[in-house]
T-cell receptor, first 113, second 111 residues
């Protein structure tokens, strides 16, 4: 069974630009979550989607947005990039919300210069 | 608010030197405690889920245990390939069910 796939693996962008990251969950998984990981803050929750609806949102500014498609694939977008947005962005999928573990992709490493 | 504290932040062991990593938590109604392993440049890899105090899970040299306030990840006779960051997360029954992660323990095993 294929795992969670994230593309691209690496991105270099300039301040002020925008970026779109993509995530394909494990087949059959309908919940997709996004996390930002930095050395200083650890894993920070961005948002969670289920059946194309955003169900939960973390404490990030409105520049961070996402969506989920009918096939459960998800994208996240960051507009007006700042230097502090440099991080590893991780996507995770799960079967259901209550007690299933998250399964993570290998992330997209975003560098903002 | 759910909270997870992992200790130590970093641990260096010699190959074969057994030790334990700690995950202390506060949560409203535990629905699951999760352990992950993360290698540099990769996403966290799921290891175990524990649901209730007294439960234990094993996988190769790793054994996870759970009490009402903390979980331990015991590493028996570690090898250099066990070097990684180990993350703990809890999911509670209050609110959103979104897991709360600890900052992790960075483990280095020297040959």
């Amino acid at each position: 069974k294929a795992g969670v796939t994230q593309t691209p693996r690496y991105l270099i962008k300039t301040r002020g630009q925008q970026v779109t990251l993509s995530c394909s969950p494990i087949s059959g998984h309908r919940s997709v979550s996004w996390y930002q990981q930095t050395p200083g803050q650890g894993l920070q929750f961005l948002f969670e989607y289920f059946s194309e609806t955003q169900r939960n949102k973390g404490n990030f500014p409105g520049r961070f947005s996402g969506r989920q498609f009918s096939n459960s694939r998800s994208e996240m977008n960051v507009s007006t990039l700042e230097l502090g947005d440099s991080a590893l962005y991780l996507c995770a999928s799960s079967l259901e919300q209550n007690n299933s573990p998250l399964h993570f992709g290998n992330g997209t490493r975003l560098t903002v210069t | 608010e759910d909270q997870v504290t992992q200790s130590p932040e970093a641990l260096r062991l010699q190959e074969g030197e057994s030790s334990s990593l700690n995950c202390s938590y506060t949560v409203s109604g535990l629905r699951g405690l999760f352990w992950y392993r993360q290698d540099p440049g990769k996403g966290p890899e799921f290891l175990f889920t524990l649901y209730s105090a007294g439960e234990e899970k094993e996988k190769e040299r790793l054994k996870a245990t759970l009490t009402k306030k903390e979980s331990f990840l015991h590493i028996t006779a570690p090898k250099p390939e066990d070097s990684a960051t180990y993350l703990c997360a809890v999911r509670g029954s209050g609110g959103s069910y979104i897991p709360t992660f600890g900052r992790g323990t960075s483990l280095i095993v020297h040959p």
